[in-house]
Each structure stands twice: as C-alpha cells, then as structure tokens.
C-alpha cells in the first residue's frame, strides 16, 4: 500500500463570466490584471492545480489547491519538495504526512502562503486514497456526517446595478436558494444601499452577506457594520486588511454583525489569534489552502470558542469543491458553504460525474474519498 507516483498538473481555462463581473478590455491574453478598488492581481482564466497521487496497486487519489495566479509555483513546491517525502509511504498515514510536509520548511519559516497550498492539494489527495483504499466516503473517515445535505449561499451577483442583482437573486430564489452575498467594498453608502436593495426585495426571511474585499479603515467599516446589523446582515466579510486581528476585534466588539474572516490563513497556528483576540465570529478557512485535514481541526479549535466555519469556496474547481463537500459534512459547527454557479459549471464540465448543488444545498458524495474523479481528457481539451 505505497505511493509511487505524485503528479501535479497545473491547469488554465477560458473563462466566459468572473464573480466580479465581466472582464476589463484588454484582458483574456494570457496576462493577469487588477480590478480597482481592489488590489489583488486577477487571472483572465480559471487557473488551478490538480495533484494526482498513484498507488502501486492503481488506485488514484485526486488534490487541487486553490491557485487562481500562478500554479506553476505550486507545482513545484509539490513536485520538487513534497513528492520525494510522500513516495514509498502510506496515504493512510495522511496525519502523520501533513506534519511531515509541514516539517519539509518550517524552520525557515514557510508555514503559510504557497508552501500550504502545496500541502494542502496532497492532504486532499490522501485523503480521497484513503477513501479509496477503505472503501468509504471521506466524511465517513472523518468520523460521519452531521447533515444529509450542505447548505450554502450563492456569492458573488455579478452585476452592475442594484435592480440587476435583485433580478439575479430572484432567479436563484426561485430555484430554492434562500442565502445571498454581495461582493462589495464600493464605499460605505453603495454597499449599504446594495443590501438594502436586497433586503427590501427579498424580504426579511433572506441569508444577506457582504464580502468587503478588505477596502475599510476601521472607522469605515465600524460605520458599515452598524448600518448591515440593522440590514439583519448574516455576516460581514473581510472588513480590514487581514494581517489587522486587532482592529477586527475592534470591530467585532463595536457592532452587533458578525464578523467573518479566514480566506487568507491557512493552519490552526494562524487561526488561533483570532480565536484568542475575539476578531472573528464566522471562520472561512479555504480547503485548497488548507487541506481537508486541518479545515477540520480549524473547526475543532473554532467549536471551543463558540465560533462558527463558512469555509471559503471562491475559483477552486471540482476537487476543490468536493473536497470541502466531504469535510463540511463531519463539521458540527458548520454555517454555509459558497457556491458560485459560474464556477460550479466549469468544475462539473471536469469531472467524471458532476457534483449536485439544488434547493440551497450541495448533496453530499457517497462514492469512496472524495467520491468524484477527475477528468483528464476533457482537462486537456479545455487548457487554454
Ligand atoms: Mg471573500
């Protein structure tokens, strides 16, 4: 029970629609650009990186971490780092490797960043082995599903104008979605205003959320906060620059929204301050950044301090997803997942058999591991 093969397979798909809207005129030549007010550097393409892990009997266990700029360097990491320590071991170790991975750089200080999106697409990778090997769905390795089906929230709204976006919530509401966040960050009055307009269309009984993409002071978005507590906001995302825990906890004491943070960190060790400072009441660990293994003791830990998990789903594609499917179902302390439709429908385009995401919730995989499988053909017909 030995694995003799760790391939990393970096990935770049066209992409018709971005959860920020359309893309700005010039993009889609294979360069990367910004999208003020925001600073991050965005790709024209839906990129990741998958890691497949071989056994000497067949068996294949799938990763991806979530690498939307970049995926080379994960695949490096993975390839020239982390593949030497996992060949020749079991993935029914998956503990004991992800401390070994982590081990690999620790004392030269990369315990976070490129280094753990690295380790993360392993973890997920033997974690779908160990499935795979023991005949059993993940959740059920991680000790059993806490619901039949996850409930989650559609992100994103893509469009320009508050009337447009109702329009767009109101199609999904049909469909059985009842929960709705905003990315926003376009000033104090406009993101009030923008849930406002939700608020009164959809009504009372509606999941309102706002990622701010971390654009406020803390006096701003003290300011905001007020405004979305009355709004009846579920939570308020990203207010600050994320390195800033004390002024969340400001934050987080001055207004009665939750306050909800965790896209950027990537292990237990960074989300513990949080936790200590009160500066977060809902944790968004992404499973691509952080693994299945330690999304679910970031749980653990966030349970003893009464703090709920709305893990991160943003541009990871299908093992991604399913990966973060499997280990939101053995949470007890889950709130939502993200689904963003665009992206759903490219994950799937990839898959053996697609994933299920109807009436406000994901179904849960039944098949062993991650119980869905890549597929590599159709991957290489859709590399831009
Ligand atoms: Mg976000």
Redesign the pocket.
Known sequence: MKITRVEAIPARIKREEAYLGGLPEGAGRGDYFLRPPYRALYSAYFETVFVKISMADGDIGWGEALAPVAPEVVQQIIEQLLAPALIGRSPLDVNVLWNVMYDLMRERGYYGGFMLDAISACDVALWDLCGKILGQPAHQLLGGAFRERIPCYVSGLPRPTAAERVELAQSYTEQGFGAFKLAAGHGIRADAESVGALRDALGAETTLLL?A?WVYALDEAVQLGNALADLGLGFF??PINPEDVESHAQLAAAVAVPIAHG?TERTRYQFRPWLMQKAADIL?PDVGRAGISEVFKIAALAETFNVKMAP?L?VGLGICIAATIQVAAAIPNLYLLEYQPPVFEIANALLESPLICQDGCYEIPTGPGLGVALDEDRLRQMQA
Do not use: K, Y
């Open positions: 990622d993409h995302e990203a896209e968004q991160h943003s």
